[in-house]
Nanobody, 122 residues
Framework: VQLQASGGGLVQPGESLRLSCLAS????????IRWFRQAPGKEREGVAC???????EYADSVKGRFAISRDNAKDLVYLRMNSLKPEDTAIYYC?????????????????WGQGTLVTVSS
């Protein structure tokens, strides 16, 4: 499976963006997808995940603001980001994960999308 993330851009604080993660090479419906982000000078961190049966989990920093969803018919996973803050500025990556349960170590991930830059600034 190959993943391609898109949808990043420059927005002002309080605005919204929707990121997309498109899978190719294999159907997405059996996989867990996790979004990570990496801000300048910081470690990569998990943001949200969704399992094959639509179970979702979120990092505390984005709960209530971000929503992850999937459309298996289109091999797409989305990350809707509302009420964006300057601290959400980062490169966002989608990745294949084994399960959507608790935190995930980026070192354990073997399949990554190429990343899409989100900048939140006034």
């Amino acid at each position: 499976v190959q993943l391609q993330a898109s949808g990043g851009g420059l927005v002002q604080p309080g605005e919204s963006l929707r990121l997309s993660c498109l899978a190719s090479g294999s159907a997405l419906d059996l996989y867990t997808i996790r979004w990570f982000r990496q801000a300048p000078g910081k470690e990569r961190e998990g943001v949200a995940c969704i399992s094959f049966d639509h179970h979702t989990e979120y990092a505390d920093s984005v709960k209530g603001r971000f929503a992850i969803s999937r459309d298996n018919a289109k091999d797409l996973v989305y990350l809707r980001m509302n009420s964006l803050k300057p601290e959400d500025t980062a490169i966002y990556y989608c990745a294949l994960d084994l399960i959507c349960q608790g935190a995930s170590d980026p070192q354990s991930i073997t399949t990554w999308g190429q990343g899409t830059l989100v900048t939140v600034s006034s």
